[in-house]
């Protein structure tokens, strides 16, 4: 990690005064893994605020120079990924409850980096439901581009994010996606294992941490794959293609009570 990587990780950290920051093991992390599967499903209010967060797969190219950056509801502020499908199912189905939904995803982004921003792109919107999908640069970017965290980095990151954000927003409603990685693609293989999938392991067992609804992405995936190979649902195995897509858009409405 550069010196400068590791010194906003330490700044962040500090931030993180709920409690002590919990650095699970790798072993605790597995024997943990399932224990939100049966969360329950979110329950949307009237005026509810509801922000997207994560990396590229949540950013899906949103215009953040627009006229309209700061707004909720926008097309062109949502992306087009998961977060545009999900946000107009939602928002057409509950025209009377006044939503506003946000996407402050952003390319590239690993954990400490959302903290880094995490003030004005959440915290000052002061979301009542809050969606996180991160997780899969905080892996790749050790295999591509020299990142050297490791998992407890990520777990400590993570845990010390949610903590914080708990302290600013004690009743806010909070969804976890698991990352996920799709094989036979052109950037996941078998590199990857059986490392990235601490990772995931790590993410199931801070959303039982904190009570969060976990969306368990990889399996959505695994099963598309029974009718179409990877490359149909994602070309790299991370960046999902349209019906890839609607499928995550699809495993996040899951969580929502209808």
């Known amino acids: 990690m550069s010196q400068s990587s590791a010194s906003a990780r330490r700044s962040f ?4 005064s709920l409690g002590s920051v919990v650095a699970l093991s790798a072993p605790e992390l597995l024997l943990g893994a399932e224990a939100n599967s049966k969360a329950p499903k979110v329950s949307l209010a009237t005026n509810d605020v509801i922000l997207f967060q994560g990396d590229s797969i949540t950013d899906a190219g949103r215009k953040k120079e627009s006229k309209d ?38 390319s590239g982004n690993k954990v400490y980096q959302l903290a880094e921003r995490w003030d004005a792109d959440c915290l000052e919107l ?9 997780g899969v640069n905080d892996f790749w970017h050790k295999l591509k581009h020299g990142y050297q965290g ?19 927003l004690p009743q ?6 698991e990352p ?19 990772y995931q392991a790590a993410a199931r067992s801070i959303a039982a941490q904190f009570n969060a609804t976990l969306i368990p992405y990889q399996s959505v995936f695994d099963q598309a794959q029974k009718q179409a190979p990877g490359v149909y649902w994602t070309g790299d195995g991370v960046h999902p ?6 499928l995550m858009a699809k495993a996040w409405l899951d ?3 209808s």
């Open 13 to 16: 950290l500090k931030k993180a």
């Open 69 to 106: 950056a700061n707004e909720p509801n926008t097309p062109g502020t949502l992306g087009n990924g998961y977060v545009y499908l999900a946000a107009a199912e939602l928002l057409a189905r509950n025209p009377g409850k006044n939503l506003k939904i946000y996407n402050r995803g952003i």
């Open 126 to 134: 002061k979301p009542t439901v809050l969606s996180l999908l991160v």
């Open 150 to 168: 490791t998992i407890k980095t990520y777990t400590d990151d993570y845990t010390a994010l949610l903590n914080r954000t708990r302290q600013q």
């Open 172 to 177: 806010v409603k909070l969804i976890i996606g």
């Open 180 to 198: 996920f990685a799709v094989e036979g693609t052109s950037a996941v293989d078998q590199t990857w294992y059986p490392a990235f999938k601490e």
């Open 241 to 246: 293609s349209v019906a890839g897509c609607q």
């Open 255 to 257: 969580t929502i009570k």
